[in-house]
């Protein structure tokens, strides 16, 4: 084995350590949520009976239930082996470094090794991030449907299994980028035949997900669902379909925003804005590397964007990382692709988009002055591996911040004065009971 093989080896598992070791401390420290206990309680007893069904939302397939069963793949193994709730918790990242590990596997001759460390890292960054450990789907959903953005150009038929997947089986609103990104593939492609034959694999993931609804919804048949989701959809304030006419400014005063910090607000708002700019630099040399993809890129991330800003009324920071997960994710997904070449203005936009999602205002100067350090001592030399290392640097430096500041979380405990409490509940499948034990007198 070479040398070069043997360091990027130790420093993924140095990574990875430290990965795990802010989930678990995290996991282990986070109170309950309603939310996570009609996930978890749901997707475990979907993986063993079909039935997608918490317990307390009325019945199996309660369109009440918003993040699909890839939201919680992890858990449900790391619970079927370990029958601990905090490692279970933890276990949800651990599929998440699986997944993205197998997309740069498949895709290893585009990047370097340095790109495994950088999209580990990159996890830490997104505001909210451990609503994975809650079993919530908006991350793994969207990085799903990355995946299908980034290789609509070269494989329509595994795009369209991961569109699917990410819609069908993970969050719903996914569907309004998927169908602009369709619409301006059957336009611009002069191959309509092909598109629409790939289409075929985008139905796989959808008769395996409507089929057990026509079987088990507990309201009558698949009509019935869609109807009773469609009327969910309509009154639900995160949608926002109901204020449509509504100020905008008024809605967003009102929403959680007020709540945010400035650099909270400036993740969200401008952070996007920063990335779509550098996307229309850098428009020519995104198509060479995949047909159209800046018009996808770009598409996909101004409709997200838009419909968090203009038309859901609650504005809860987990929903904005439909497209935030897009911005960090394919900001370094791009940097990183071999292929990719770099300028000076390339490197300011690159931190000006990073550096804002790093979890302290006293990291982001850090990470400031080392940029600068960096551009000065290579300004007559100026190397994109170097950048890349840097940006390698900051977000392991982030992890070891985060990792400092979970350790000194206590640790959370549940109602019934334990961390056991889903091994009897959730093999009973007392419903009702197993719920109070998690939820307290919420």
Known sequence: MSANKIKFISYVSIFLFVSSFISYNLAASLSNFVDEYASIASIIKYFKTLKLDAGFLGGPYSVQLTSGPISGVGFFIGWELTKNFFIARTSNVIFIFLILSFYLFINNRNYNEKVYLASFGALFVIPWWYGILYSLGEIVSTLFFMFGILNLGKSKKYSMLFFSISIFFGKIILVLPFLALFLIELISTENKKTLLLSTTYFFIPFIFH????????????LIDYYNDFFDLLLSHKGAGLETLNKNIFEKIINSEYSQWNFIVKFRILISPLIFLLFLYKNKEQINNLSERLFIHIGSCTIILYLWFWLISETKWLRYSQHFIVLVVYLTLFLVFNEKFKLDKLDTVLLFSIIFPFLSS????????LLYLYFLLKNKNNFQKDTILSLVCMILFINCINLSFESYRNKIYTFNDGNNT????????????????NYLGEI
Request: charged share 15%; aromatic share 14%.
């Open 421 to 436: 409490i889903f091994q009897e509940c959730l093999i009973k499948n007392t419903g009702e009971e197993c719920k109070n």
């Open 361 to 368: 205002i006293y990291l982001i100067l850090i990470s400031f």
């Open 210 to 221: 409507i089929i057990p609804i026509n079987a088990f919804y507990h309201a009558g048949n």
